[in-house]
């Protein structure tokens, strides 16, 4: 009885998503299969069969003995019935076509822009593009780290500067690390930071959150009158203005360096192409928004900021950058650059904790730029620039006042006579939004987009009846931006001059994808960062136009699906969570923990405890904790583990006596990095609460607890979710990535506002992103995800990720221990293997097995953390029992190529480890002087030879890259 029908209240149809019947069949209804299934790997009698290697007698019974029983939820998650990928889709659709897609003219450093076709469909929507990983396995991913070094080409010729980034999360942010960075590099002891009235407002406020745990005062003015008397270590300016005005900021740019201050150059990224670029006015850093280059609005996000800078501080800028250096056969290769500056391993003297940025958004935004080129660019602005000035000229003659100042394409309009409501109204009735700047002004700003009619309808607001003149009368071709005219060249590489034909880059575009491995080849078993099922079904929604084409500034009349949407996500997960309140607004894990982190603040500052400054956190966590703790003015306390990867729990009763005057948080893992439940968490969370201190849980490894356990019962207070792990947002190749937290009750006031969109409550800290409620636009993967599998298909989901994991770790267990267990013998989803003796034995590195994956045609599990010289396996729920059973008879032929060395029957050099991986060049051309065979190195498994994925260089050499740094493309010269 399937009955069409669109409205969002109507339930479609409902699958019991839950019971595996006899036949280990899913029940159909109507022709429409569960998405269960389809999201899970093992189907029933497989799961059987799996059961039987563990001597276990039921998944249930596995869970029982995995999971302590203390902490086990004993009672179904609410969540609505599960539905199929179509009900699912039809379901979103309704509440989608709640949202109001007007033309947006508010500007504030987002723009509409056009998405090429080619783009969209071979990069943003293309499994091969973003189901990818952060690329540590460099040789199988030179494919997006070419597309990131032409985003760092395009940010280092469009700024003028040295050295840019790989992306980072938001200009709001990106604008709060260039302040980070000008107090760690300064050498005054100033701490006072100038921020410019004429910033975005979203940007001020989240630089003003940042700058208050780490003592830093704002001082925001007027650049034109700052009189310098306050010794600054930096200063923040906007270019153009955030009401459009261009100023000349080169002599407060000089006197400000006279004192010592860094200055970092807010820029819009496609003015750039026409005005002088702030490196050349002399700044020290520029950061901004690449969304206008081909990323949809999105209602927020997600887009990639860019950060450039000098080479002087390439050891202290945030986030990822593309390196070159040269592979084992001394040919260019490219890898992430200057690892040591990370938090992994800086870790609370780390000078970010950028972890996950926005790789498919610079991926887009550089391609947009291959794709136009630099004249295509130049084109887009000139134009945009020339409708703005016909604009500005009509308004003019409507007897509208608008400063004289040169702009690009902002104008700010003064309303003399007429009311704001006024104009409002009749903006509105054209489904028109312009920026209110207060009662008397507006702004508006023009994109791509924009046409001739869009002018004339403006115009038509303004006007309040028939226009006067014709366009043909006001059209204006000179420009008012000559004394910022940019003379110099951008964007001359080759890259950005020769796929201008759709057939030359989309085979570009296929010929970077087919460099990478990504889950459209095999499973990624990164431990720690759950690469599960990116369904396509979830995907859909995130290019629909009623969710792309949003402004994150629009008025909330207008995003009423949104609103439903965020409600209804925020529900789920506060019930998968246990907790009380949700916050959207992070935009990736380690945001989630900062943001945590100052909820926990702001709780101790109401209660008048704010000396409560001591951050317990076990030397076990992942490199984020420690670097976020620091951001919100903590000092770290380590805790020990035992040798069973447990937190000791006396050093940890311990460390918190002795600090219960000062202690402000505890951040655990759970389960453990280790890869554990451990069984004292309750007593853990209870002496933390009994010394004065809050318990933040990274929720990173919640794929272990959705269903079983709620964070919010057992004890902790806040927890963050990587919704790009647990929650299927794909990982993008490094970005985007959604980190939304979950408080308890008492915490719940405190959760971040925003300075532009109002959220309810005074005691809230202060904004965290650029946008109200993050990468809006993908929450829909979420949403869609806990649609489809409800709470009985969530709760089956977690226990086949732990019964994967646990499988893989007894497969392998003779060859490669699982260093840690719990007390029952088991894991939780995921294992870490000890690869350690092996070393001794063969010489054999951690490494040399993760190249020897490649050959193989795997990517490599985490790699030596959190345990050096170890692997940690995560294989999800979503890989099938034959991929499993394929990894570890890998994994258990690799131990025998080891078996070899160990035995002198392989040489101990010159061995199919330590060259691989091995290249089809290495292996064809020029001489072969290994003594194994050809077949050996490229073929050694049946299924390579029906499948070849092969690595496009050779092993990488870190060190000569990072001793020869270069951060943007190489003359192709180089290649040949
Ligand atoms: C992935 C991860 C983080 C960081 O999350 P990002 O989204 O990459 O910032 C923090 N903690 C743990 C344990 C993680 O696995």
């Known amino acids: 009885m399937l009955e069409i029908n669109s409205s969002a209240n109507t339930q479609l149809e409902t699958i019991p998503s839950s019971a595996s019947n006899s036949n280990g069949k899913y029940p159909k209804m109507n022709g429409q299969e569960g998405f269960v299934q389809r999201h899970l790997g093992p189907n029933f009698q497989e799961i059987q069969q799996m059961l039987k290697l563990l001597e276990v007698s039921s998944l249930e019974d596995l869970i029982d003995q995995t999971i302590p029983s203390t902490i086990r939820l004993n009672q179904s998650l609410q969540l609505p019935e599960a539905l199929s990928e179509y009900a699912a889709l039809n379901q979103l659709k309704a509440i989608a076509s709640q949202n109001k897609v007007y033309r947006s003219f508010i500007g504030m450093g987002y723009a509409d822009c056009i998405t090429p076709g080619v783009i969209q ?4 929507e293309n499994p091969g593009w973003y189901t990818a990983y ?37 200009e709001a942010t990106a604008a709060a690390e260039a302040m980070s960075l000008s107090y760690g590099v300064s050498k005054t002891k100033a701490n006072s930071f100038f921020v410019s009235q004429d910033c975005h407002p979203q940007t001020i406020d989240v630089v003003k959150t940042r700058a208050i745990p780490l003592g830093i005062d704002i001082i925001i003015g007027d650049h034109q009158t700052f009189d310098f008397n306050t010794p600054l270590f930096g200063c923040l300016l906007q270019y153009p203005a955030s009401d459009g005005i261009i100023y000349d900021y080169r002599n407060f740019i000089e006197t400000a360096h006279n004192h010592n201050a860094l200055v970092t150059v807010a820029a819009d990224i496609l003015s750039l192409t026409l005005l002088t670029p702030p490196g050349e006015f002399g700044a020290d850093i520029a950061v901004g928004s690449t969304q206008r280059l081909g990323v949809p609005l999105g209602y927020g996000g997600p887009h990639a900021a860019y950060f450039a800078t000098k080479e002087a501080y390439k050891r202290n800028v945030p986030g990822r950058i593309v390196g070159v250096s040269k592979d084992a056969q001394g040919n260019p290769a490219l890898r992430l650059a200057l690892q040591t500056r990370e938090q992994h391993i800086r870790r609370d003297k780390a000078t970010s904790n950028i972890c996950t940025a926005q790789v498919l958004l610079a991926v887009i935004a550089s391609l947009y730029a291959v794709y136009h080129g630099p004249s295509g660019l130049q084109q887009i602005a000139q134009t945009i620039h020339q409708l703005t000035l016909t604009l500005a000229e009509g308004l003019k003659r409507l007897g509208y006042s608008m400063g004289t100042e040169p702009f690009f394409d902002t104008i700010k309009v003064e309303l003399g006579e007429k009311s704001l409501t006024e104009i409002l109204s009749a903006a509105a009735a054209k489904e028109i939004n312009l920026r209110v700047i207060d009662q008397h002004t507006v702004g508006i700003s023009l994109d791509e987009t924009t046409t001739i009619q869009d002018i004339m309808d403006l115009w038509e607001i303004f006007a309040g009846s028939e226009l006067p003149f014709s366009v043909e009368e006001v059209l204006k071709t000179s420009e008012n931006i000559t004394a910022f005219t940019r003379k110099s060249a951008y964007l001359t590489h080759p890259v950005f001059n020769s796929y201008h034909s759709e057939t030359e880059l989309l085979r570009y575009i296929h010929r970077l994808e087919t460099k990478d491995l990504s889950l459209n080849t095999s499973m990624i078993p990164l431990g720690s960062c759950t690469m599960k099922l990116n369904a396509t079904a979830e995907m859909i929604p995130v290019t629909w136009p009623e969710f792309g084409k949003l402004h994150p500034f629009a008025p909330k009349e207008q995003t009423q699906g949104y609103q439903i949407l965020f409600e209804q996500l925020e529900n789920w997960l506060a019930e998968i969570t246990g907790f009380a309140g949700i916050s959207l607004q992070p935009n990736a894990g380690s945001q989630g923990e900062y943001t945590g982190l100052l909820v926990i603040r702001k709780y101790h500052e109401n209660r008048g405890e704010i000396h409560r400054n001591i951050c317990l956190i076990p030397e076990s966590a992942h490199g984020t904790n420690p670097a976020s703790a620091v951001l919100c003015g903590f000092k770290v306390v380590p805790v020990v583990c035992d040798d069973q990867g447990n ?12 600090h219960q005057n000062n202690l402000a948080a505890l951040m655990i893992t759970y389960p453990s990095t280790h890869g554990v439940f451990e069984t004292g968490i309750e007593a853990i969370c209870n002496i933390i609460h009994a010394n004065g201190g809050q318990v933040y849980l990274d929720g990173a490894n919640m794929n272990a607890q959705v269903g079983l356990c709620r964070p919010g019962n057992f004890g902790a207070d806040v927890c963050h979710l990587n919704l790009h792990k647990t929650f299927c947002i794909p990982h993008g190749g490094g970005g985007p990535g959604m980190g939304p937290i979950g408080v308890a009750s008492h915490l719940v006031p405190f959760l971040p506002g925003h300075a532009v969109v109002e959220l309810e409550g005074n005691d809230r800290i202060g904004a965290v992103s650029a946008a109200p409620w993050g990468s809006a636009s993908i929450l829909v993967i979420s949403w869609m995800y806990i649609a489809m599998m409800g709470a009985k298909g969530l709760t089956e989901a977690t226990k086949v990720a732990i019964l994967n994991a646990n499988y893989i770790a007894r497969r392998l267990d003779e060859y490669y221990p699982t260093l840690y267990k719990g007390n029952q013998g088991f894991v939780a989803h995921e294992c870490i293997l000890d690869l350690r003796s092996v070393k001794k034995s063969a010489g054999i590195e951690v490494d040399d097995i993760a190249k020897r994956l490649m050959d193989y045609g795997f990517h490599a599990p985490t790699v030596s953390w959190p345990v050096a010289g170890t692997m940690m396996v995560e294989p999800t729920e979503s890989e099938s029992k034959a991929e499993l059973d394929r990894f570890c008879d890998t994994m258990i032929a690799i131990r025998q190529e080891i078996a070899n060395i160990e035995s002198g029957v392989m040489d101990a050099t010159n061995n199919v480890l330590k060259n691989a991986p091995h290249t089809a060049i290495s292996l064809i051309c020029g001489e072969w002087n290994h003594p194994y065979s050809r077949e050996q190195a490229a073929y050694p498994a049946p299924w390579t030879k029906e499948h070849k994925f092969w690595p496009s260089v050779g092993r990488i050499d870190n060190a000569f890259g990072d001793r020869n740094f270069v951060c943007s493309c190489l003359p192709m010269a180089a290649y040949q």
């Open 121 to 124: 469909r071979n990069i943003l």
């Open 134 to 170: 952060t690329p540590y396995q460099a040789e199988i991913a030179q494919g997006r780290l070419e597309a990131l070094l032409n985003f760092q080409t395009l940010i280092i010729d469009l700024t003028g500067l040295e050295i840019a980034n790989a992306s980072l999360l938001d």
């Open 647 to 658: 937190i000791d729990i006396a050093d940890l009763q311990a460390k918190a006596e002795k």
